[in-house]
């Protein structure tokens, strides 16, 4: 009898750490929504490019973000779509395997 509060102290504990395990140690809502809000198709030359970001979609947002950090600190969201953000992220993945190239020797 006397065991009760026991198990009903370690039932208590167990679900206190599972409810901690389910947040994330960021904080809730800055995970929960999209960083970008409006997004532009208009051209961008990737001169002015600083930085550019593409994040999949996850719980965070539904759908793909492009974020491009202009070298005057701008940040500009594209819309996925737009032709010319496909075109230069194609093209700096080529430049990337050039200049990592993977060789493998057979012996």
């Excluded at 167990?14 to 970008?36: D, E, S, T």
């Amino acid at each position: 009898m006397p065991s009760k509060p026991h198990y009903l102290l370690v039932a208590l504990t167990l679900c206190w750490f599972v409810a901690l395990q389910a947040f994330p140690m960021n904080g809730c809502a800055a995970c929960l929504k999209c960083r970008c809000i409006r997004t532009s198709s208009a051209f961008i030359s990737p001169r002015l490019f600083h930085r550019i970001e593409i994040l999949p979609p996850g719980v965070h947002c539904r759908q793909t973000e492009i974020i491009v950090t202009k070298k005057d600190k701008a940040t500009v969201c594209v819309t996925p779509d737009a032709r010319w953000i496909n075109k230069v992220i194609a093209k700096l993945q080529r430049r990337e395997v050039q200049s990592f190239p993977i060789s493998t020797t057979i012996e």
